[in-house]
């Protein structure tokens, strides 16, 4: 399920800035900080931010990885996810 979080720690908007000084956009640098903040998974597939994630030891997936595992779970058939 996917529900919207705001960030309201300074701390939080602190590293989301950060991580925007170095060259990700908001939408991915809130997300990363808010997945390792909650400990949970984030599906992204911008590289730029993989790799920024991959250095902040967040578990990550990309779009082809969850579609391609909903396929194998029968949740998807290859023609649903073409």
């Known amino acids: ?29 809130s997300s990363m900080v808010l997945a390792r903040h909650l400990s949970v998974p984030l599906v992204i597939d911008d590289k730029r931010a993989i790799k ?4 902040m030891r967040i578990q990550l997936f990309t779009t082809t990885e969850v579609v391609a595992e909903n396929i194998r779970r029968g949740v998807l058939t290859v023609a649903q996810a073409d």
């Open 52 to 55: 920024s994630a991959q250095r």
């Open 1 to 29: 399920m996917i529900r919207e979080r705001k960030v309201i720690d300074p701390d939080r908007h602190r590293e989301i800035e950060d991580l925007v000084a170095r060259g990700l956009g908001y939408g991915e640098a």
